[in-house]
């Protein structure tokens, strides 16, 4: 389970579901950015290392159905722009070909010797920072559901999506506990969904990253959260060993991170997305 690697013939799909209700203007304790902004940069370097994933000798190769459901004062909606507006779950190809703009930017480059510099570089925005109104979390996850059981039919013998859902708040609609448990419920032959959930911050409290049950969380809606989200599979321990840097992995820990700050954002989204990274060197040819 939890074995087959994206390829063109049976690609995943990665679903985020992204909270924009006005409570994303805080700032961040580090970086000064909103949690609006911080979250749609990373979410917009994933993006960009998912496309070079993908890319091959021949262009980018369909490894990869991506998209982006954004939640807040204008309910919820297909988050991404222009041809991708079209339907939530799009190809890593058409991604690739339609970014909303280039922008450039500053990027801080350490050398060997530890002198500290900036260089520009493009970055390609596909997915751009909304912060208003309130949190219908319930709503984004049965969209999502809706997104996902299809797609799980139409590619049987696929890596099981990835739903990374994110939020700084408490839902203000009906209990999304029901439909996250449905969510994780859908299956192809790989396995079945996995729901990874992280509450973002803009205090410096410490995290509680990747727990391995409830009982350190603060409140019940973090616990709740934690219920919510899927149980690490087991063969995907060791490479979160290696991103996160820790190794108390059990089979009780979720996809779970409470208070999560600036680091723990890019953390938690590496290891959402790691279990499906094609492995570059089985697939010359394919």
Known sequence: MYSVIPNRSNPTAILFVVDQSGSMQDKMSKTGN????????????????????????????????????GYGGKGVYNAL???????????????????????????????????????????????????????????????????????????????????????????????????SEIIRSFTTNDGNVLLCNLHISSTSADSIAFPNDSGLLPNEFAKAL?????????????????????????SETRFFTFNGNEVDIVKFLRVGTQGTQPRLLTYEGR
């Open 226 to 250: 934690f219920e919510m989200s899927s149980i690490i599979p087991g063969s995907m321990h060791q490479n979160v060993r290696e991103i996160l840097g820790q190794t108390q992995l059990t």
């Open 81 to 179: 722009k222009g041809p991708l507006a079209n339907q939530i779950l799009n190809s890593i190809q058409d991604i690739s070909a339609n970014p909303v703009r280039i922008e450039e930017r500053m990027n801080s480059i350490v050398t060997a010797t530890g002198d500290l510099f900036e260089i520009p570089e493009s970055f390609p925005i596909w997915f751009d920072p909304v912060a208003s109104g309130g949190t219908p979390m319930n709503a984004a996850m049965t969209l999502a559901a809706e997104t996902i059981a299809p797609w799980c039919d139409e590619h049987p013998n696929s890596f099981p999506p990835v739903v990374i859902h994110i939020t700084d708040g408490e839902y203000n609609d009906s209990d999304p506990s029901k439909i």
């Open 34 to 69: 909103t949690k609006a902004e911080q979250v749609a940069t990373v979410i917009n370097k994933m993006f960009a290392e998912l496309i070079t994933k993908a890319r091959k000798q021949d262009g980018v190769r369909h490894y990869y159905d991506v998209g982006v459901i």
